[in-house]
């Protein structure tokens, strides 16, 4: 008798802890493996090969069909020595999107002026940690919530601030130069 109320108590307790609001709201959603969910803005050549997004030539991005206010994304890239990405996020303008109407989290250790370099978030935050990327996977974890900004590149944080110019739209995966490749891309809502 004991172990049977024992074991009805563990139920409850387990059903009552899943019941509690906050912390994780939305289901994930997979957004990797196809074209179908995402636009595609400029000329960049992306194609998906065994499940991951590339693209080696041209300028552009693939945008989200969805726009999402507060979410959190996690996503893998690998670029080469020589690349130019990021994945820009709150778009206000999806048919032109930059740095001033977007929030961009960059993917770029080369780039001349290192203050925004691979981490960052253009215009807004500095990395805190200067992360070598290039030819090797690696993950992103973004998160938009409110004005709070986070990125957690390889499980460092390389970004926690809040900014107020950029409350929502969709976001995307861009291409600059040289080789890029995500996969495993998904968000939630929060």
Avoid: H
């Amino acid at each position: 008798m004991n172990k049977t109320i024992l074991f009805t108590l563990a139920i409850i307790g387990s059903l009552l802890v899943s019941c509690q609001p906050g912390g994780d709201s939305g289901d994930w959603i997979d957004l990797s493996g196809s074209l179908d969910d995402w636009n595609q803005v400029g000329d960049a050549n992306w194609r998906v090969e065994d499940g991951v997004f590339v693209a080696d030539s041209g300028l552009g991005q693939l945008v989200t069909k969805q726009s999402f206010s507060d979410f959190q994304i996690q996503l893998e890239f690998w670029t080469d020595a020589g690349a130019n990405s990021g994945v820009f996020i709150r778009a206000s303008d999806p048919d032109n999107i930059t740095d001033k109407n977007a929030y961009e989290v960059n993917i770029f250790d080369t780039r001349p002026d290192q203050t925004y370099r691979t981490g960052s978030i253009v215009n807004i935050a500095p990395p805190s940690e200067i992360i070598n990327t290039p030819n090797k996977w690696n993950n992103f974890d973004i998160v938009a919530d409110g004005t709070k900004l986070k990125v957690i590149l390889n499980g460092i944080t390389t970004v926690d601030t809040e900014d107020d110019q950029l409350s929502s739209g969709p976001f995307t995966l861009q291409y600059g130069e040289g080789v890029v490749k995500f996969r495993n891309v998904r968000i939630r809502e929060l």
